[in-house]
């Protein structure tokens, strides 16, 4: 079964300083690999995903994330944090294979605070 | 700009009545999502549909109805309402193609009082 763990309830970090939010996943076969945010209130917005190529991905927001099949892990980066980074954000796994259908199974979420 | 409109933001229901929640996405996707989102336990699928007039019970369905009369419109219903089912509704679509991620409502914020 699929499965996609946060080990990280909460991260803080200050302002300027780089930010990493930890994502592992279970999957049988090639993973597709998301990453969502959500500000207060909002619905989930899309940053970026892994599908294939290079294991270093970009998104918005000057956000990026490092595939690392051995590690099964989709860790989240940012060389600078914003305050304006704070939210909830959400790691998601799809697997290949029709019978996994289109669904994404997501994390429970970490919440990042970026201290002035 | 492609969205998911969700008909409302804030809802307060009470115990017992019927309750329904709209989800219309103007972007031709195959697939829709009813999540619900609590504090802790992250997102949990309730319901999804591959196709008009198509459901498929996701993780946690009791409770819950839904309908696809329509490619563009996946209602959620809440048959009596309750307390436990006090939340944040997230809606989702796809495309097939199981390269694209989800594209998200803005939520409803549901309140059974």
């Known amino acids: 079964a699929q499965s996609v763990a946060q080990p990280e309830d909460q991260v803080n970090v200050a302002e300027g300083n780089p930010l990493t939010v930890k994502c592992t996943y279970s999957v049988s076969g090639n993973p597709y690999l998301f990453w969502y945010v959500q500000y207060p209130n909002r619905g989930l917005q899309f940053l970026l995903k892994?599908?294939?190529?290079?294991?270093l991905v970009k998104g918005s927001y000057g956000f990026e994330a490092e595939f690392n099949k051995s590690q099964t892990s989709f860790h989240l980066k940012k060389p600078s944090a914003l305050v304006s980074d704070s939210a909830l954000y959400f790691c998601?796994?799809?697997?290949?294979?029709?019978?996994?259908?289109?669904?994404?199974?997501f994390g429970a979420g970490t919440i990042l605070r970026v201290k002035s | 700009d492609v969205k998911v409109t969700q008909s409302s933001r804030y809802l307060v229901k009470r115990t017992g009545e019927k309750v329904f929640l709209e989800c219309v996405q103007d972007?031709?996707?195959?697939?829709m999502f009813w999540y619900r989102q609590d504090p802790g336990l992250g997102l949990r699928l309730i319901y999804f549909?591959?196709?008009?007039?198509?459901?498929e019970k996701g993780d946690i369905p009791e409770g819950y109805s839904v309908s696809r009369e329509k490619k563009e419109r996946f209602s959620l219903i809440l048959e009596s309402a309750s307390t436990n089912q006090t939340s944040m509704y997230l809606c989702?679509?796809?495309?097939?193609?199981?390269?694209?991620?989800?594209?998200f409502g803005s939520g409803t914020r549901l309140t059974v009082v």
């Open positions: 892994y599908i294939t190529g290079d294991n």
């Open positions: 989702a679509s796809t495309p097939d193609r199981v390269i694209y991620g989800y594209t």
């Open positions: 972007m031709d996707h195959e697939n």
């Open positions: 549909s591959y196709d008009v007039k198509m459901k």
């Open positions: 998601a796994v799809r697997a290949l294979g029709m019978e996994y259908g289109n669904k994404l199974v």
